[in-house]
């Protein structure tokens, strides 16, 4: 079978996914072991009987519904790839408006950076590798997803300190930025018995008070573990920005703002801890 021929039969198959095209192409160019420019390089270039059957089998798994992170064990995040497995979140572009975010407002020298629930680690070990001189720690309550991290960082390079444990209970601090993309989910939302969340670890997307309860213990937990004038950055839901604005302004948080994602939704709030002048 040829590569254009491959590629309309997988565009046919996968016609109830999102994005049937990019699917397509991710997954051929997975078995392929070569760039999305190849496919269209090449279309004439016939699949060996072994590619042809590995690229068969990924599809027949995407028709059922597996996200294509995990079929390849990988997604792309602010540029770089990286490891994604079932014990974590699929990185996803909406989320590089927090890292974005916390380079423009972190301090331009030295700090200490906390990326709370890290999963995969794309938060944390992406802001090690644009800002070097942060010393960032990654914290999860999961091993397996500290492990993802861990291993994450050690292929990217990015020199970073793992810790387990719920949200800031065994972080001593002070930090500079903490940073999280926590659960925000309602347990009774539609949405958790659609497309890849369906795959993804319930612990890591639902909260209880609708979505609410972890956002509101970390920015609890916050104002005791920031320097004075230090940044608290959140995701969360894009229907939450008024409650997580009034959670932070009730924790004295300064500056409190929410910053849109890539969709136009509110997606990202972010607070500063007051200087205390005496």
């Not at 010393?135 to 999961?142: E, I």
């Not at 670890?201 to 609410?212: I, W």
Request: proline residues 6%; negative net charge; hydrophobic residues 40%.
């Amino acid at each position: 079978m040829r590569i254009d021929a491959a590629l309309r039969q997988a565009r046919e198959r996968l016609a109830s996914s999102p994005s049937p095209d990019l699917d397509a192409q991710v997954l051929l160019c997975h078995v392929l072991a070569r760039p999305r420019s190849y496919l269209f390089t090449w279309p004439e270039r016939e699949l060996e009987a072994h590619q042809q059957q590995s690229f068969l089998a990924l599809l027949a798994r995407r028709e059922q519904g597996e996200p294509v992170a995990h079929l390849t064990g990988e997604r792309e995040f602010f540029g770089r790839n990286f490891s994604v497995t079932p014990d974590t979140l699929i990185p996803r572009p909406d989320t590089e408006t927090l890292v974005e975010l916390a380079l423009k407002l972190g301090p331009a020298g030295p700090a200490r950076v906390v990326d709370l629930g890290t999963g995969t680690g794309a938060i944390g070990v992406t802001l090690a590798l644009e800002r070097p001189q942060w010393q960032v720690t990654l914290t999860d309550l999961s091993a397996a997803a500290l492990s993802v991290a861990g291993g994450n960082a050690r292929q990217l390079g990015a020199q970073v300190t793992l810790q387990q444990g719920s949200w800031l209970e065994d972080c001593r601090g002070p930090f500079d930025v903490i940073v999280s993309n926590p659960p925000y989910i309602d347990p009774a939302d539609h949405h958790l018995d659609e497309g890849d969340v369906r795959f993804e670890p319930r612990s890591a997307l639902v909260a209880d008070q609708r979505g609410l309860a972890d956002l509101a213990t970390i920015i609890t937990q916050s104002a005791a573990r920031l320097v004075a004038g230090g940044w608290l950055l959140l995701e969360h839901g894009y229907q939450q920005g008024a409650q997580v604005r009034a959670l932070m302004e009730a924790g004295r948080f300064d500056g409190v703002r929410t910053e849109r994602d890539l969709g136009g939704n509110e997606r990202v709030t972010v607070g500063r801890q007051l200087i205390v002048n005496n």
